[in-house]
């Protein structure tokens, strides 16, 4: 294996296509992204894989500290009235409500706003812009002294947080070969978890400590001014591996062009809708486990805040397991000689078949009056799952478009998953407590009904877009 390429005038072409045991050059450079090429095989590639990590574990940090802190708002200004009890508390919980919406909206326009700006600018600058705002847009909710300030600094996290996932998809198509991808995309994805562990320690001392619940703001947004200054010290273009053959090949899908004309060409490309379908059928199961599994187990088994402490961490550091166990599976898979297609479409199927039992949740509380851990097992293995799922969905768009539209795709799908999440939320809110078989049906099956979508509209990830007889473009490793 070479170790280091050197780094001369410009070219044009350059990328590796392996065969048998030689090497030949055919990879591409452009002067706005001037970089020396490495081997994919560096390890420098899983340090970038921390950073992405990192920013992941922040960003989930920074969207659940209102949460925690929600004791500590019960103020005039947020409309809480003294001596009333809290059953009663109707303007405050309006104006938390609308709080909460606000960065809902803002997070599901902002996939659409900030994909094609990653795209433009590039992960490096792209990653450093987004970022950037969430961490100030984080540290402001400090200064708010209202409702309308408290909606304006939210508003402003969801724009900045929405970028966190274009740009890490982008950044693991550039510094990852395909059968490594959805190991590393399950890696950095982890940090959602760890975010919910490492959040409750961390704010209370900041609050109890440093000032109140405004210092809990100013603890999480300055990990990530932390974190960008980091980034912007680490060489990543200079770093980062040329183009690949496959991703040369891809260009032939979506031409290097931005603005309208990226879109008109996407919204041809049946693989987005692929990707977007799944994205909206199960992202809002993600979001269902995260906002109703604590009022599941009280309503079902009696279980406080407190007592349902070790069974939502269970729940959470299983589907961590299942996050990187089931990223990893199709670059296993593809290892062993398999396509693209057949190791990601293997790994979602595995991950969607793990939901299915899902739907015995309700029953549980039936035959376990008293005892929540079978409900929490079958929890964890459906939460596990998905996060395996995500992982390999997530590096589907890597398969199918190039890296300087990936974060698009990635957007777009990220819009679609969040307005799924909204409408499940509206139909979980009218019918879990009447009709919880509906809800845990639909929820265990969506994965299943969206591998199919998936395999109806995209038969054969990797086929080359102009029909040439069916040629497979990732019947080489990338390398």
């Not at 020396?36 to 390890?43: D, I, Q, V, Y």
């Not at 991808?181 to 704010?203: C, D, E």
């Not at 109703?292 to 961590?320: C, E, F, H, R, T």
């Not at 478009?401 to 819009?415: E, K, Y």
Request: include cysteine.
């Amino acid at each position: 294996m070479v170790a280091a390429f050197r780094s001369a005038r410009p070219i044009y072409f350059m990328a590796f296509r392996w065969s048998s045991n030689k090497m030949s050059l055919v990879a591409s450079r452009s002067d706005s992204q001037k970089f020396t090429s490495r081997p994919a095989e560096s390890n420098i590639r899983w340090f970038v894989c921390l950073l992405l990590f990192l920013a992941t574990t922040i960003n989930y940090m920074d969207r659940s500290v209102l949460s925690l802190i929600e004791p500590l708002l019960h103020l005039p200004f947020m409309g809480w009235l003294p001596g009333v009890s809290a059953t009663y508390q109707l303007g405050y919980h309006l104006n938390y409500g609308h709080i909460v919406e606000c960065f809902q909206i803002a997070y599901a326009v902002g996939f659409l706003v900030a994909a094609p700006f990653i795209d433009r600018l590039g992960t490096k600058i792209g990653y450093a812009v987004a970022i950037g705002v969430w961490a100030v847009s984080s540290i402001s909710h400090s200064l708010v002294h209202s409702v309308l300030g408290f909606c304006i600094a939210r508003a402003c996290l969801g724009l900045g947080e929405s970028g966190n996932f274009p740009a890490a998809i982008k950044a693991t198509s550039e510094w990852f070969a395909s059968e490594d991808r959805a190991l590393a995309i399950g890696l950095f994805n982890s940090g959602a978890n760890a975010a919910f562990f490492i959040a409750p320690a961390i704010v209370p001392l900041a609050t109890l400590h440093f000032g109140g619940w405004r210092a809990a703001f100013l603890c999480t947004g300055g990990l990530g001014l932390c974190w960008l200054v980091l980034w912007l010290l680490f060489p990543y273009n200079r770093l980062r591996r040329g183009l690949t053959t496959t991703q040369a090949d891809l260009r032939r899908v979506v031409p290097n062009v931005t603005g309208k004309k990226l879109y008109g060409i996407l919204l041809r490309n049946r693989g987005l809708y692929a990707f977007s379908i799944a994205k909206g059928l199960t992202d809002p199961v993600w979001w269902f486990y995260l906002f109703y599994l604590p009022m599941y187990l009280n309503d079902n088994y009696g279980l406080s805040l407190k007592q349902a402490y070790w069974p939502i961490v269970v729940v959470y550091a299983v589907s961590s397991a299942g996050s990187f166990l089931g990223g990893g599976l199709s670059g296993l898979r593809m290892k062993r000689g398999h396509t693209v297609n057949s190791g990601r479409k293997f790994a979602m199927l595995v991950t969607s078949v793990c939901v299915l039992p899902l739907m015995l949740v309700p029953h549980m509380h039936k035959v376990f009056a008293h005892n929540a851990w079978p409900a929490v097992a079958l929890f964890a293995l459906a939460a596990a799952a998905h996060q395996g799922w995500s992982a390999t969905l997530f590096a589907t768009p890597t398969d199918m478009f190039p890296s300087t539209s990936v974060s698009t795709v990635v957007g777009i799908g990220g819009a679609v998953g969040s307005l799924g999440g909204a409408l499940f939320t509206v139909l979980v809110s009218h019918m879990l407590s009447l009709h919880p078989l509906v809800i845990f049906a639909l929820a265990s099956s969506a994965y299943v009904v969206s591998l199919l979508i998936f395999q109806l509209l995209v038969p054969r990830i990797g086929v080359s877009p102009k029909g040439d007889g069916g040629v497979d473009l990732w019947a080489e490793t990338n390398g």
